[in-house]
């Protein structure tokens, strides 16, 4: 009997839920530049190809530069060699200024003259804080550049800035006031184009064809591309997520690298088993770059977009021969070309001038990383899937047999009833409420998966709920969006609408998803969103979203909307009173509001973890701190070199979890003989022994926007041996880990920067910063150092969990530098609710100097410390570079005397070398004191 293809695809997808491992990744299930449109177009432009002018430039009433960019005509133009494009409509300018040196350009069709719809623009990403912040422009000066015939526009952009508009040829870029030095520039290349929205005629044929689906693009095409340039810059980095070096490599002009001939794609694909060293779009999108230089410093560009977007980097000589460059061709700088298929120009300048400044503008722009719950900051142990209860109780109980603190235990797909999620199965997980609390009785957590695939079950009271209110995504014939995920036969929420995001929201309180408690958190995996029949596995783009918006329009901000909307139910769940905890596996500009993301579906293998360090160190500077890797890899069965060594850099990433996929054999800690169950618990309590300074860290992140773990050069700008390195990272600025990367290796080359010393974490020697050092590949760590002038908190004491951690007291390690002298930072709250808003936590700073140590508040006046309060004590203090040893140390204001004696530095390590440590000073973490060496 013959099959039908609809049968035959039911089969076929049983098949692949049976064995979820033939997904692997292949190249030609996604696209290419070459197949598509906008993205080939758009590269085949050449240098001075774009034909616009800047004309009827004025200060608006709101306090904006404003203008209409026109196509030359013949009478326009003198030259008359460039093209006239007849059919476009004069396109509008703005130029906005914003506190701190951001300038803000947008361009948009004029909706006076009526294009067929208004392009999308995309909402709840920029802070209302910020946009409160947008200064009246001031015009400073008209003025020819370069020889030009017209004058330009010369804006104030602070007191170090000017923004200017170049009329003819257009142009926008930021120079240094005084000295003219170009900083950031659109459009200096010539390559801008804005392809307008038209009414279909007849005969006009914009279907769009991949393999087996057909995108009907009723608008035409609607692409816009242009160039970008980065002045003074030795690299660029950002555009996450690509498994790749963190400085990106040239995509375009001589000498490019095989396998990096295809632009950085941005585009939210749910990919399987992914490569290294590519320049292939993964989970999330970023369009945000931040440039580096050692003469200049840092820069920033980031473009408020959410359709695909495709980016080249040229490499130097790109342009050579071409004559059409509207800048000096001697400047030294680095040509990007931006492509996206849709939406406006809607971009931000950031001048810096150091990384950490960008950071500091662009989080002012989308946001602040949330502040996370202490919990989340440890260790999480997961796995699709543990099997039932009894399998839950057997890995928590193993975990406290084997001596492993853990934090949170994760349950995937199948623990729900049939996957329709918010349920469980009662067979496998009868008493779930049960389970969860005899967890949370060890200070343990659980976490479940809630994907946005909901199951077409009329059963199933989401599905219903759903259906009965219109509250799906449309296909293109405006019926509810039907497509195939792990459910089976699935419908899409439309998490665009605010009123579909409440009601998603809703449904995490207790009443509606029945067997949650409050120590359950949640995991959004599949939000890209991943439709397994779709074209390139995901939504088709000509499927409608609230408002007409199609979903080419939106697609990179659908999983943001999807993770907003859960975090935002944990929050309501709990009355507004406790931090959520959501895990993301899609993300977008202002992901870092509403929790942690990771960098999906790796493979055990040692290439994989070496390419984990800068996928993480990208995230941080695009504004996404707490992000991390499965540690071991999600597909395949590691080695247990590997394994170990994976545990080791994991433990310094910020979000720190094991993962494995279900076809995997077993590999929790204890699995692999008793040495290397050695080193996984060493592994996992290095990050206990250093949560406090990681929270504190946090706590940064969530303040400034400075990421956790930072590129060598975000600490030290001007060393340019730091700009290529991306196997080795800071921790905050106080630690620098390198990883071990390849099989049973004997040695370890590790470039410590810097013109002070740096300390061994593990045996306290001191080595010189400035050079590279080889070292012996130990097997109970990877190479980490504590840099000379810091002084890092930690805690010491073996404990099941964080939570069983909170009255345990202090350590405090004193790395001298050479002029004896440290300092350092320790902030603490409830690590649970959002009372630290209110000023509920204390702030410290540490700082050694004169052969004192002191402790003062480090809050704002009138902020921190005056709602929250601890009794924790400093158990020990420990000094690194203190000669000749001293015998005592007097306690201000206790006036107290106390003996200076030999002791190790980690009481993990029986063995280890002794050094100057003060036992139990019996000071109050939470006051003011001085403790003087005598």
């Known amino acids: 009997m013959k099959k039908s293809p609809n049968l035959i695809f039911h089969i076929l997808f049983l098949l692949l839920l049976i064995s979820p491992s033939v997904f692997s990744w292949k190249k030609d299930e996604f696209r290419n530049c070459n197949q598509t449109p906008f993205c080939k177009r758009a590269r085949s432009r050449k240098p001075g190809a774009c034909?616009?002018?800047?004309?009827?430039?004025?200060?608006?009433?709101?306090?904006?530069?404003?203008?209409?960019?026109?196509?030359?005509?013949?009478?326009?133009?003198?030259?008359?060699?460039?093209?006239?494009?007849?059919?476009?409509?004069?396109?509008?300018?703005?130029?906005?200024?914003?506190?701190?040196?951001?300038?803000?350009?947008?361009?948009?069709?004029?909706?006076?003259?009526?294009?067929?719809?208004?392009?999308?623009?995309?909402?709840?990403?920029?802070?209302?804080?910020?946009?409160?912040?947008?200064?009246?422009?001031?015009?400073?000066?008209?003025?020819?550049?370069?020889?030009?015939?017209?004058?330009?526009?010369?804006?104030?952009?602070?007191?170090?800035?000017?923004?200017?508009?170049?009329?003819?040829?257009?142009?926008?870029?930021?120079?240094?006031?005084?000295?003219?030095?170009?900083?950031?520039?659109?459009?200096?290349?010539?390559?801008f184009d804005f392809e307008?929205?038209?009414?279909?005629?007849?005969?006009?044929?914009?279907?769009?064809?991949?393999?087996?689906?057909?995108?009907?693009?009723?608008?035409?095409p609607q692409s816009i591309s242009f160039d970008v340039s980065f002045f003074g810059a030795d690299i660029v980095s950002g555009i996450p997520e690509h498994a790749t070096s963190l400085a990106l490599k040239p995509t375009s002009g001589p000498g490019v690298e095989d396998g990096f001939s295809e632009p950085y794609r941005l585009f939210n694909l749910d990919v399987f088993e992914y490569i290294d060293e590519s320049p292939f779009g993964l989970y999330g999108s970023i369009p945000f770059m931040i440039s580096h230089g050692k003469a200049r410093g840092s820069s920033g560009f980031f473009w408020l977009n959410a359709a695909e977007m495709q980016i080249d980097v040229f490499g130097t000589g790109w342009n050579a021969g071409q004559d059409k460059i509207m800048m000096p061709v001697d400047e030294k700088r680095i040509d990007t070309l931006w492509m996206s298929e849709a939406g406006v120009v809607d971009a931000f300048f950031f001048v810096g001038p150091g990384p950490k400044d960008v950071i500091r503008q662009y989080t002012s722009v989308t946001g602040r990383p949330?502040?996370?719950?202490?919990?989340?900051?440890?260790?999480?142990?997961?796995?699709?899937?543990?099997?039932?209860?009894?399998?839950?109780?057997?890995?928590?109980?193993?975990?406290?047999?084997?001596?492993i603190p853990y934090d949170v235990l994760w349950l995937d797909i199948d623990h729900t009833d049939g996957r329709r999620y918010f349920t469980w199965d009662k067979v496998l997980f009868p008493n779930p409420e049960e389970m969860q609390n005899k967890l949370a009785a060890k200070g343990r957590h659980m976490v479940t998966i809630v994907d946005p695939h909901i199951k077409r079950d009329d059963n199933y009271y989401i599905h219903k709920e759903a259906s009965d209110n219109g509250y799906y995504i449309k296909d293109a014939s405006n019926r509810d969006f039907d497509g195939w995920c792990w459910s089976g036969s699935s419908?899409?929420?439309?998490?665009?609408?605010?009123?579909?995001?409440?009601?998603?929201?809703?449904?995490?309180?207790?009443?509606?998803?029945?067997?949650?408690?409050?120590?359950?958190?949640?995991?959004?995996?599949?939000?890209?969103?991943?439709?397994?029949?779709?074209?390139?596995?995901?939504?088709?783009?000509?499927?409608?979203?609230?408002?007409?918006?199609?979903?080419?329009?939106?697609?990179?901000?659908?999983?943001?909307?999807?993770?907003?909307?859960?975090?935002?139910?944990?929050?309501?769940?709990?009355?507004?009173?406790?931090?959520?905890f959501v895990l993301s596996r899609a993300f977008f500009p202002g992901t870092q509001r509403y929790g942690a993301v990771?960098?999906?579906?790796?493979?055990?293998?040692?290439?994989?973890?070496?390419?984990?360090?800068?996928?993480?160190?990208?995230l941080g500077l695009t504004g996404i701190s707490f992000s991390g890797a499965d540690v071991g890899g999600f597909f395949g069965n590691p080695e247990p070199d590997l394994l170990v060594r994976w545990y080791q850099l994991g433990a310094y990433y910020p979000f720190f979890r094991a993962h494995a996929h279900q076809d995997t054999k077993r590999r929790e800690p204890w699995l692999f003989g008793e040495r290397n169950t050695e080193l996984i618990r060493e592994a996992i309590h290095t990050r206990y022994m250093f949560l406090p300074y990681f929270y504190t860290l946090f706590r940064e992140a969530n303040m400034t926007g400075t990421p956790v773990i930072r590129p060598l050069w975000m600490e030290f700008p001007a060393e340019e041996e730091t700009f290529s390195n991306d196997e080795a990272f800071m921790v905050g600025n106080s630690l620098l880990v390198q990883g071990v990367y390849t099989q049973r290796a004997k040695?370890?080359?590790?470039?410590?920067?810097?013109?002070?010393?740096?300390?061994?974490?593990?045996?306290?020697?001191?080595?010189?910063?400035?050079?590279?050092?080889?070292?012996?590949?130990?097997?109970?760590?990877?190479?980490?150092?504590?840099?000379?002038?810091?002084?890092i908190p930690r805690k010491d004491r073996f404990r099941r969990s964080s939570t069983q951690m909170g009255t345990d007291p202090y350590t405090l390690v004193i790395a001298l530098n050479s002029s004896k002298e440290a300092e350092g930072e320790l902030y603490i709250d409830d690590g649970k609710s959002f009372e630290f808003e209110n000023g509920a936590y204390i702030h410290r700073h540490f700082k050694f100097s004169n052969g004192k140590l002191t402790s003062s508040n480090a809050a704002?006046?009138?902020?921190?410390?005056?709602?929250?309060?601890?009794?924790?004590?400093?158990?020990?203090?420990?000094?690194?570079?203190l000669s000749p040893a001293p015998k005592s140390a007097l306690i201000e204001p206790a006036n107290q005397k106390v003996g200076i004696e030999m002791g190790p530095l980690t009481i993990r390590h029986g063995n280890s070398p002794s050094f100057l440590t003060i036992r139990k000073p019996k000071v109050r973490i939470e006051d003011d004191w001085t403790i003087k060496i005598l």
């Open 51 to 191: 034909n616009l002018i800047a004309t009827e430039v004025s200060i608006s009433d709101d306090g904006d530069l404003i203008a209409k960019l026109i196509p030359k005509t013949q009478e326009n133009n003198e030259s008359q060699d460039a093209p006239v494009e007849v059919d476009s409509k004069p396109l509008l300018l703005t130029v906005s200024v914003y506190q701190d040196g951001i300038l803000r350009l947008k361009i948009d069709e004029e909706q006076s003259l009526n294009p067929p719809k208004k392009r999308f623009e995309v909402p709840d990403v920029i802070l209302d804080e910020f946009l409160s912040k947008k200064l009246y422009l001031q015009w400073l000066s008209e003025e020819k550049i370069d020889n030009d015939l017209g004058f330009s526009s010369v804006v104030y952009l602070d007191g170090d800035y000017e923004g200017v508009l170049r009329h003819d040829p257009f142009e926008v870029f930021v120079r240094e006031r005084g000295n003219g030095k170009r900083v950031l520039s659109i459009n200096s290349n010539g390559l």
């Open 196 to 220: 307008q929205l038209r009414e279909k005629k007849e005969g006009d044929d914009w279907e769009e064809r991949f393999r087996s689906h057909t995108d009907t693009t009723p608008y035409g």
């Open 370 to 403: 949330a502040m996370p719950q202490l919990f989340s900051t440890a260790y999480h142990q997961c796995r699709w899937n543990y099997r039932d209860e009894e399998d839950v109780f057997d890995v928590d109980s193993k975990f406290d047999e084997h001596d």
């Open 491 to 580: 419908s899409y929420t439309d998490m665009v609408n605010p009123h579909i995001r409440s009601w998603w929201a809703d449904k995490f309180s207790y009443g509606n998803y029945v067997g949650s408690t409050p120590s359950l958190y949640v995991w959004n995996d599949m939000n890209e969103p991943s439709v397994f029949n779709g074209p390139e596995l995901t939504m088709p783009r000509d499927a409608l979203h609230f408002g007409g918006i199609e979903h080419r329009e939106l697609h990179n901000v659908y999983g943001y909307y999807f993770h907003m909307a859960t975090s935002n139910g944990l929050v309501k769940r709990g009355n507004g009173k406790d931090r959520p």
């Open 598 to 618: 990771w960098t999906g579906d790796n493979t055990a293998e040692w290439e994989h973890l070496r390419v984990s360090v800068p996928m993480l160190l990208t």
């Open 747 to 791: 040695h370890v080359s590790v470039y410590l920067p810097g013109e002070q010393s740096w300390y061994d974490l593990r045996s306290g020697a001191a080595y010189k910063g400035g050079k590279r050092h080889k070292f012996e590949a130990l097997e109970d760590s990877v190479p980490a150092f504590q840099r000379a002038g810091t002084i």
């Open 860 to 881: 704002p006046s009138g902020a921190g410390g005056n709602k929250f309060s601890t009794d924790c004590t400093v158990e020990r203090i420990i000094l690194l570079g």
